[in-house]
């Protein structure tokens, strides 16, 4: 599993974008970055997922640079209801566990 | 569908008692697993299904039990409850057992060993 790297918290107003960091030094050359969401007293869910380059869908975008070492989370606009922990995580089809970390707890205000 | 369910939300627990923690997935899913979640901490694997009648440890299985008779269901037992078994405990579902693919999460049990 690739060892990822988040900030533990952010903050944010409601309105603006928010971009979530995750470094991934030794990601390997079948691993996918994934992002979940988790909201309070809830389990997590899947939001997006990618290799390389751009992926977006109607939640957020998911930036990954070529070389393959970091990689942003980009939630547009935000709301108070996007207030959740959000954990990167780098996936691939060897092994069952998924190493959730402490993920990023963003807060979004008024 | 109703996706992942668990029953019960909440439980209550006297040192040394045992209960079984419930798990149903309606979607068909053959990878079924168990995590628990202490306070400000991640999720940690305890056991893990690839299809009915196969399971494996994750990595903190002690004092669990599971089996898996049924594509459906999944069952955590608890063997003889103890104070450090306090935790959230979600159960998840995939289409297969690879990493990559979607994890389906359930809404949880808080379980208080007292």
């Known amino acids: 599993l690739a060892k990822t790297t988040q900030p533990i918290s952010m903050d944010s107003y409601e309105g603006q974008e928010v971009n979530i960091t995750c470094s991934h030094n030794?990601?390997?050359?079948?691993?996918?970055i994934t992002w979940y969401q988790q909201f309070p007293s809830q389990g997590p869910r899947f939001i997006i997922q990618g290799y390389k380059t751009k992926v977006t869908n109607e939640v957020a975008s998911l930036f990954i640079p070529a070389d393959r070492k970091s990689s942003t989370l980009s939630l547009p606009r935000v709301s108070l209801s996007d207030t959740a922990v959000y954990y990167c995580l780098g996936l691939s089809n060897s092994g069952y566990a998924l190493n959730f970390g402490k993920g990023t707890s963003l807060l979004v205000t008024p | 569908n109703a996706g992942v369910t668990q029953t019960p939300k909440f439980q209550v627990l006297k040192t040394g008692q045992s209960m079984t923690l419930q798990c149903a997935q309606d979607m068909n899913h053959e990878y079924m697993s168990w995590y628990r979640q202490d306070p400000g901490m991640g999720l940690r694997l305890i056991h893990y299904s690839v299809g009915a009648g196969i399971t494996d440890q994750g990595e903190v299985p002690n004092g669990y039990n599971v089996s898996r008779s049924t594509t459906e269901d999944f069952p955590l037992r608890l063997l003889s409850a103890a104070p450090s078994q306090t935790s959230v405990y979600f159960c998840a579902s995939s289409s297969s057992s690879g990493q990559i693919d979607e994890q389906y999460f359930g809404p949880g049990t808080r379980l208080t060993v007292t």
């Open positions: 030794n990601i390997a050359t079948n691993d996918y």
